[in-house]
T-cell receptor
């Protein structure tokens, strides 16, 4: 059965601090893993896309890692900003079918 | 402006009254998909399409229909809506690289349709 577990469920950090979000998955077929940012009530926005052979991918202050052997991924946010407050969703899957995690809700406080 | 549009954005209806939620993209994307999002659950895929006249079931297709007669449009049809279909619905589209996912395969999501079935 396809499963995606994200941790923590929620996280509160101070502006300027770093944080790391985790994603463990069991998904088949697997060819790629994506991280999305979703503001409340809005559609998700893509942050990174990694194929199974990639270990790391950066997008500005966001850096995603992938270990396809252990089926784990992480999203590291550097020097957080208030605008980073959102839900972050991990989505592994094949080319046509993505399985979405429940997300980690991040709150960045001043 | 490159975008995915959905209509309506909000809809309240009654059980059994057929409805259609439209989705349109202006990026010439091959791939389009419908998701529903419920509190405490992740986005769940309803149906997806890899090209015109090519559709396939996602994880939760029961009670829904789709069609892909044109590349830009991918409507979601609820023939007989029920209260358990009350949800936030998202349409998404992307390119579909033949060699597998690439940064160009970024999936663009619409703004969402909030549906309430009484």
């Amino acid at each position: 059965k396809n499963q995606v577990e994200q941790s923590p469920q929620s996280l509160i950090i101070l502006e300027g601090k770093n944080c790391t979000l985790q994603c463990n998955y069991t998904v088949s077929p697997f060819s790629n893993l994506r991280w999305y940012k979703q503001d409340t009530g809005r559609g998700p926005v893509s942050l990174t896309i990694m194929t199974f052979s990639e270990n790391t991918k950066s997008n500005g202050r966001y850096t995603a890692t992938l270990d396809a052997d252990t089926k784990q991924s992480s999203l590291h946010i550097t020097a957080s900003q208030l605008s980073d407050s959102a839900s972050y969703i991990c989505a592994p899957g094949g080319q046509g079918n993505l399985i979405f995690g429940k997300g980690t809700k991040l709150s960045v406080k001043p | 402006e490159a975008q995915v549009t959905q209509n309506p954005r909000y809809l309240i209806t009654v059980t059994g009254k057929k409805l259609t939620v439209t989705c349109s993209q202006n990026m010439n994307h091959e791939y389009m998909s419908w998701y529903r999002q419920d509190p405490g659950l992740g986005l769940r895929q309803i149906y997806y399409s890899m090209n015109v006249e090519v559709t396939d079931k996602g994880d939760v297709p029961e009670g829904y229909k789709v069609s892909r007669k044109e590349k830009r449009n991918f409507p979601l049809i609820l023939e007989s809506p029920s209260p358990n279909q009350t949800s936030l619905y998202f349409c998404a589209s992307s390119l579909l690289s033949s060699g597998g996912p690439s940064p160009g395969d970024e999936q663009f999501f619409g703004p969402g349709t909030r549906l309430t079935v009484l």
